[in-house]
Structure formats: structure tokens, C-alpha cells
């Protein structure tokens, strides 16, 4: 498979970005062709601060490797290092209708949530995610739940510009995991979960933090241990954690906290995040008295993409007339 996916620098990454993504990046590099970006051109259609952009890209980077991804195995970069993100973006612009973005739930929720900035990056988003996904001709895309619509439309484009111009692209699958494609917000299980506050446990979060946040993370009514996400979505987000960190199948965890309360399981859940994040923060702490050896892995990373994108952008623009 031919993958490509990416997160933004918004911040420190937190146990959701990794759930529910770098943790199976680190799977498929072992026997795939691989792509990891940083997406910072997708983090500036919200709210942001410039001057923290760099510090963020860096952060991100470390994380990345922290986690468990080999720049000798794949090839990780900032986007906008690479110009012709924006430039196919721009191109798959002419071909995409605008019924097609109308219709993506993402817009909308972004939009509520900043209404003082609904802008024209925030509504194209999803056309600069087919131009990072198409522009390595990727196959298959490991994302969210929430993105898996942007990756439908992108086959939409693929097919379109396929029978306009000629076969170019494949038309990408989505690949979501069974189980922590959507971890959700500690304070809230309706709401994915992000990087604010105590609804997230951040990566770089200390055993005490974890501790304390997941003591105050909400609960269902009721002191059954049980997953059912209709109606138990808090200690089902809570047992999905638990799945993933531990290894151990929900079955079994229902089984060992069959007629104990939500503390017990509560309390032994953070000592296994607590325990599962310290191969991470040994490393990475490791990595930040290095900021020259990222630098130069995004160097080589950049180098490596541009060279494809370089390719595939020649491809298009002259079957488009362009050159």
C-alpha cells in the first residue's frame, strides 16, 4: 500500500492523536511506502499564533518520532515546505463543485465553533486534503471517523479528473481501525477529543496530570463497567483508552471489573496510560536536546517529498495544457 496522512500543529499532541492515528502509522511503515506531514497549512484556516508556529511544527516533529516513527522507514515533512500542495489544491479547485463542500459536516462544526472566522481556506479544506493525498498518488489514507468524508470526496476528485484528463490518480481508501479511530473528550464523550484543557490527555502530561484528569473524567449513570456506546458513551470512550494501551480485549476488561466501581477502574486506567506513555517521554525528552537532528530529519523528509510531488505535479499540469 501506498499511504499518506498527517496532523496538524496545533499544540501537544495528545493520547487521541496517537490512538487514534500514529499508533497505526508505526504498524503500516513496517511494510508499506509511507508518508507522514506535518499539516500546517490546514492548522492556519482556524484561529492560530504565528509567532508559536515554528515551535509547534518542532514539537509535532518530536512527537512524531517519539512515538515510534522511522524516518529510515518513511518519509516525514512539513507541507507547506512542499509547494505543490497548494498549487494541486488549487488546480482540483476548478474541477470540484460546490455542492460537494456544502456538504461536509466538518465545515460546519468548524464554523460554529469559530464563527468570527469562517473563511475560505476553513470551506476548501477538504480540497487541500485530496491535493496532500493525490499529489503522492496514495492508495490508502489511515484517518478518523471525522475525516473519512474529506477521503470520500477525495476519490470524487480522482474520478473526475481521471475521466476529464486522462487516468492519473487512484482513488484512495479510507482505513479505520476497529477501535480508537475517534477517541472523545474526557468532559464531554459527544465531542472528539482535542487539545483543550482536561478534556485531552497530552503525551507529554506528567503521572500526576493523568492521574488527576482521568479521576475528574466523566462518567455514565450507574457503576457498571460495561461498553455500550449509545448508552454508556463515557466509560466506553474510557475502556476503548484501556483497550488500547493495555492490549487486553473489552471482553476481558468487562470481565475483571465485573461488580467493581468506576474509581477502581479509574485508578488502575491512569497507571496504564501512566505506563504506556513512559517509553514516549524518555524519548522524546532525549529528542529535545537535539532540535538540529529534526531539523535535519524535516530537511531530508521535505527533500524526498518534493521529489514525488515534483513528479506528479508535471503529470497533471500536462495533461492539463499547462505545460
Known sequence: MKIFSGIQPTGT????????????????????????????????????????????????????????????????????????????????????????????????????????NVNAGLFCYPILMASDILLYKADTVPVGEDQAQHVELTRVLARKFNNKFGKTFPEPKTLLQKFGARIMSLTDPT????????????????????????????????????????NKPAISNLLTIYHLFSGKSISDLEKKYQGKGYAEFKKDLAEVIIKG????????????????LIEKILAEGQKKAEKIAQQTMKEVKTKMGLI
Open 13 to 116: 499532541l495528545h493520547i487521541g492523536n496517537y490512538l487514534g492515528a500514529i499508533k497505526q502509522w508505526i504498524r503500516l511503515q513496517k511494510k508499506n511506502s509511507c508518508i507522514f506531514g506535518i499539516v500546517d497549512l490546514h492548522a492556519i484556516t482556524i484561529p492560530y499564533n504565528a509567532k508559536q508556529m515554528q515551535k509547534n511544527i518542532l514539537s509535532a516533529a518530536m512527537d512524531y518520532l517519539a512515538a515510534g516513527l522511522d524516518p529510515k522507514k518513511c518519509i516525514i515533512f512539513v507541507q507547506s515546505q512542499v509547494k505543490e500542495h497548494a498549487e494541486l489544491a488549487w488546480l482540483l479547485e476548478t474541477i470540484t463543485p460546490i455542492g460537494e463542500l456544502e456538504r461536509m459536516t466538518q465545515f460546519k462544526e468548524k464554523a460554529r465553533q469559530h464563527k468570527e
Open 191 to 230: 465531542k472528539k477529543m482535542s487539545k483543550t484543557g482536561d478534556e485531552s490527555i497530552a503525551l507529554t502530561d506528567s503521572p500526576d496530570a493523568i492521574r488527576r484528569k482521568i479521576k475528574t473524567a466523566v462518567t455514565d449513570s450507574g457503576r457498571e463497567i460495561k461498553y455500550d456506546e449509545k
Open 277 to 292: 506513555l513512559k517509553p514516549f517521554q524518555e524519548k522524546r525528552k532525549n529528542l529535545e536536546k537535539n532540535p538540529r
